[in-house]
T-cell receptor, first 113, second 114 residues
Framework: EPEVTQTPSHQVTQMGQEVILRCVPISNHLYFYWYRQILGQKVEFLVSFYNNEISEKSEIFDDQFSVERPDGSNFTLKIRSTKLEDSAMYFC???????????FGSGTRLTVV | DAKTTQPNSMESNEEEPVHLPCNHSTISGTDYIHWYRQLPSQGPEYVIHGLTSNVNNRMASLAIAEDRKSSTLILHRATLRDAAVYYCILRGRISNFGNEKLTFGTGTRLTIIP
């Protein structure tokens, strides 16, 4: 069973629409991250989330983006008004504690048309 | 973030050992050396990490130079399933604030020849 599950695996949305991408890590994880990868490009950091607060965000993570953990388990990334350039694979990741590696989900492919 | 340098691509024969190099000449004393790989159409996958000593796990071995300015990921017996992009990443000092992001480069694309 994967430790980080992302839904949906693929989402197609019209430009200007809101999308919510979901990540379901194991409930005792504390450190969460969102990354994205535009087709053929590098994996890019978006935001880190610790103790129910954003701890760091990149320049990509502008006012159109938000994250929350509404019910203590699901971890969501919301894009308020999607643009064509938001088309990418979005990966959720978690880290169990201060040391150790990161576990990534299998990603959500977002296509904005 | 301290920078790493990796070859763009490498090829290896199936069932042979593979040595993937990484240079990180500006590494600081508290930087951990992490390796991840990304198989086609999948998310990055943790492989191994270390600080100063060589490390072994079920997936691979990590050999770290004495001056820590370079490291080598060793796959002992490559299979076709090891074909992926391999990323060498330095991760800084751990804090309690969860902001130790990973900065991915372009990595090394490993091709396994049957």
């Amino acid at each position: 069973e994967p430790e980080v599950t992302q839904t949906p695996s693929h989402q197609v949305t019209q430009m200007g629409q809101e999308v919510i991408l979901r990540c379901v890590p194991i409930s005792n994880h504390l450190y969460f991250y969102w990354y994205r990868q535009i087709l053929g490009q590098k994996v890019e950091f978006l935001v880190s989330f610790y103790n129910n607060e954003i701890s760091e965000k990149s320049e990509i993570f502008d006012d159109q983006f938000s994250v929350e953990r509404p019910d203590g388990s699901n971890f969501t990334l919301k894009i308020r008004s999607t643009k064509l350039e938001d088309s990418a694979m979005y990966f959720c990741a978690r880290r169990l504690g201060p040391a150790g590696g990161y576990t990534f989900g299998s990603g959500t492919r977002l296509t904005v048309v | 973030d301290a920078k790493t340098t990796q070859p763009n691509s490498m090829e290896s024969n199936e069932e042979e050992p593979v040595h993937l190099p990484c240079n990180h000449s500006t590494i600081s004393g508290t930087d951990y050396i992490h390796w991840y790989r990304q198989l086609p159409s999948q998310g990055p996958e943790y492989v191994i990490h270390g600080l100063t000593s060589n490390v072994n796990n079920r997936m691979a071995s990590l050999a770290i130079a004495e001056d820590r300015k370079s490291s080598t990921l060793i796959l002992h017996r490559a299979t076709l399933r090891d074909a992926a992009v391999y990323y060498c990443i330095l991760r800084g000092r751990i804090s309690n604030f969860g902001n130790e992001k990973l900065t991915f480069g372009t990595g090394t694309r490993l091709t396994i020849i049957p």
